[in-house]
């Protein structure tokens, strides 16, 4: 199974991107997707989360100019990003938790996408 990222790029600040990432593969039933980001010099920190059985999760920075979504038909999750700052800048990666046909339940990461905001 693979995650391919798109929408990644640069914009100034107050603008808005929108990241996608799809899932191929063999895949019996998707998970929890989520987005996580890490920035130059930090960790890796969880931006949003879709789990299956649970809440929507967001992080305290982007509550409110984030929204996850999903289209569970193409295994396709969206971060629409409004309202962006410069410390939002980071690679942000795409994860997704599935089953197989094997009733494994397995998780991938997608390889990242660059969001720079600048003036």
């Known amino acids: 199974v693979q995650l391919v990222e798109s929408g990644g790029g640069m914009v100034q600040p107050g603008g808005s991107l929108r990241l996608s990432c799809t899932a191929s593969?063999?895949?019996?039933?998707?998970?929890?997707m989520a987005w996580y980001r890490q920035a130059s010099g930090k960790q890796r920190e969880l931006v949003a989360a879709?789990?299956?059985?649970?809440?929507?999760y967001y992080g305290d920075s982007v509550q409110g100019r984030f929204t996850i979504s999903r289209d569970n038909r193409q295994n396709t999750v969206h971060l629409q990003m409004n309202s962006l700052k410069p410390e939002d800048t980071a690679v942000y990666y795409c994860?997704?938790?599935?089953?197989?046909?094997?009733?494994?339940?397995?998780?991938?990461w997608g390889q990242g996408t660059l969001v720079t905001v600048s003036s």
């Open positions: 994860t997704a938790e599935y089953s197989d046909f094997e009733y494994r339940y397995l998780e991938v």
């Open positions: 593969g063999p895949i019996l039933r998707m998970n929890r």
């Open positions: 879709l789990p299956t059985y649970s809440e929507t």
